[in-house]
């Protein structure tokens, strides 16, 4: 049985162990809640792995170690021979019938790799263990502990030093065969061994004599730490590590609709968790009234297909743009409808739709927070305008102090909140809400003043003002 982890936003694993239960010759195996992501094995098909929706990536289990020294020196020799101690022949199993999957894709230049995948399945085999290069990848967080003795690239390069002295393996940060990934929460380590590469990876049909490949490297930003023991240091001590982009490296990048985004778009996985919670069904009129680049609308459609009705809308030209690219991108799967305005004034008629779910504005990347507490409570009355009463839900995610106040105390007689957790996304703890529509009847719909910050988008010519606020 294959071993693998799957990984998802922090949060919502349930999702994931929901469609985990359901794959053929799996079991879950339970025991690592720190991480956002759970572990298992399976005899499925790689192409059943493959589609996964509600994992981020998934990647080949290596090793899984509680109780790090967090002292420098202790921690650093502790990472080292635990990497010098790892069995490598089942994952290089598992790794090769990816990779063969994936460069079959390219040379038969099949647009979608699943396909390929159709039909090999995961078997208990190992491989031999070649020569080739790799580089790891050192990411580190502290969520209850105060500080680690050691950083990121002192974890990556300890990491390195194990495996170069296991396997003699050079560690190439540009141009590697197999790339590992440590990841330290606070004081538990977890290897993995990456299965999808972004375009900079090695030809590792032939590794013993692969050459080198040219291949562009994009300036993406990250705050990972890609290091392989003494050489990476060396690379790095000569500058700045060009580092590609894992942008396409990732299983969700794969969907139809994934064209076009926005620089607050949601990941395509975590739109799929928080879909499970909406209980969506046949005949549904799905909206996100601040829909970015179209995620939450496309994923349903993308899922789901024509048996519901997809809706987006956003008052930023560049979104409404992206989000047109996705859906056309996406229209095979299912219809889904993109619109330009204000979810402060949404042109719906009252109790038109059945599921709301929506990320509302949170961070830095997206308005300040002294908007947000002023937008939020109004979209929060048009989702109880437009929601039809006794059947609609909504699941709500926002980082706004007021929005729990909102739903349960100023729209008491219209919302009942289900559930309320936390998603932890890139670095942000975001508040996840599931409200019910009860039955009792909308207010009726007040005209709200544009908000200063809107009217100055509009002097500017990002905001378009609705030419009604309700079509009743
Ligand atoms: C967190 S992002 C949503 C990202 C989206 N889920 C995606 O995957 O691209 C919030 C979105 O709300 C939009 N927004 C902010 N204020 C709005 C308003 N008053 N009306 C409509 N959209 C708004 C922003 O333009 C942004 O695209």
């Given at each position: ?202 030809n590792t049909t032939n590794l013993q004599n692969s050459s080198k490949i040219d291949e562009p490297h994009s300036n993406h930003a990250s705050e990972e730490q890609e290091l392989g023991g003494e050489q990476a240091n060396l690379t790095k001590k000569k500058g700045r590590v060009d ?230």
């Amino acid at each position: 049985m294959a071993h693998y982890w799957a990984s998802c936003a922090g949060g919502l694993q349930f999702a994931l162990v929901k469609e985990l239960e359901n794959l053929e010759g799996t079991s879950i195996i339970p025991g690592i809640d720190t991480y956002g992501g759970v572990q298992f094995r399976t005899t499925s098909p790689l192409q059943k792995v493959a589609e996964l929706r509600s994992a981020d990536n998934v990647y080949a289990f290596l090793s899984h170690e509680k109780n790090i020294p967090v002292d420098k020196e202790v921690g650093v020799a502790f990472m080292q021979s635990l990497a010098s101690k790892i069995d490598w022949g089942p994952v290089m199993q598992l790794h090769k019938q990816w990779q063969e999957a994936e460069e079959t894709c390219s040379t038969s230049r099949t647009s979608d790799p699943l396909l390929t995948m159709n039909g090999i399945t995961n078997t208990d085999q190992t491989c031999e263990v070649t020569q080739m290069s790799f580089r790891v990848t050192g990411n580190r967080i502290c969520m209850n502990m105060k500080k680690h003795g050691y950083t990121s690239m002192d974890v990556a390069a300890a990491i390195g030093d194990g495996i170069h002295e296991l396997h003699g393996w050079p560690a190439d940060m540009r141009s590697y065969n197999v790339e590992v990934l440590a990841w330290i929460i606070d004081d538990e380590l977890l290897l993995l061994l990456a299965l999808i590469y972004s375009g900079n990876k090695k030809n590792t049909t032939n590794l013993q004599n692969s050459s080198k490949i040219d291949e562009p490297h994009s300036n993406h930003a990250s705050e990972e730490q890609e290091l392989g023991g003494e050489q990476a240091n060396l690379t790095k001590k000569k500058g700045r590590v060009d580092r590609p982009s894992r942008a396409d490296a990732q299983l969700y990048s794969r969907r139809p609709y994934r064209k076009a985004l926005v620089h607050t778009s949601l990941k395509p996985s975590t739109a799929y968790g928080i879909l499970q919670l909406a209980d969506v069904q046949p005949g549904d009129i799905v909206l996100d009234p601040m829909c970015g680049c179209g995620t939450i609308p496309l994923e349903a459609s993308d899922w789901l297909g024509s048996r519901i009705m997809g809706l987006g809308g956003d008052f930023i030209n560049t979104a409404i743009e992206a989000s047109r690219v996705n859906s056309v991108a996406g229209e095979s799967a299912g219809p889904c409808d993109i619109v330009q305005w204000d979810a402060s004034m949404l042109p719906l008629r009252t109790a038109s739709v059945d599921r709301v779910i929506c990320d509302m504005p949170f961070g830095n990347r997206c308005g300040n927070h002294k908007v947000r507490e002023v937008l939020c409570p109004r979209v929060v009355k048009q989702v109880v305008r437009v929601l039809r009463p006794g059947s609609g839900v909504a699941v709500l995610m926002a980082q706004s102090k007021t929005m729990k106040e909102e739903i349960v105390v100023n729209q008491k007689a219209y919302l009942s909140l289900q559930q309320h957790f936390y998603v932890h996304m890139e670095g942000l703890k975001v508040d996840v809400f599931v409200v019910h529509r009860t039955t009792e009847a909308a207010p009726t719909q007040q005209i709200v003043k544009p908000s200063k910050k809107m009217v100055k988008r509009k002097r500017d010519g990002q905001f378009i003002k609705p030419s009604s606020p309700e079509i009743a």
